[in-house]
């Protein structure tokens, strides 16, 4: 069983920077990887970010490209991303997770095993 702690987020204006933070519980951590998604109100969970086990591999979706990096530290079991230029439709909870499997459909929620409770992000205009 692994435990996701998102934290880092709030209220910014356009144009600045967060970095969420997750932090997982867990030995199998380092092996995993991990996603980040968001959700806005009245809208369904999308894909952000994902980064493979030794953080070699990364991969964004086209809304977030250039703008956000995913990271990690596994000797710190933490998952990071740092999101420059925000924009107001930035606007949504931010969720990582863990995938074990390494899922062929790492864009899907459905791919992920373990999932934390989300930090809001807010982005004014």
């Known amino acids: 069983q692994v435990q996701l702690v998102e934290s880092g987020g709030g209220l910014v204006q356009a144009g600045g920077s967060l970095n969420l933070s997750c932090v997982a519980s867990g030995r199998s951590f380092s092996s995993y990887a991990m996603g980040w998604f968001r959700q806005a109100p009245g809208k369904e969970r999308e894909f952000v970010a994902r980064i493979n086990w030794s953080a070699d591999s990364t991969a964004y979706s086209d809304s977030v490209k250039g703008r956000f990096t995913v990271s990690r530290d596994n000797a710190k079991n933490t998952v990071y991303l740092q999101m420059n230029s925000l924009k107001p439709e930035d606007t949504a909870v931010y969720y990582c997770?863990?995938?074990?499997?390494?899922?062929?459909?790492?864009?899907?929620?459905?791919?992920?095993?373990?999932w934390g409770q989300g930090t809001q992000v807010t982005v004014s205009s």
């Open positions: 997770a863990a995938d074990r499997f390494y899922s062929r459909i790492y864009y899907s929620p459905n791919a992920y095993d373990y």
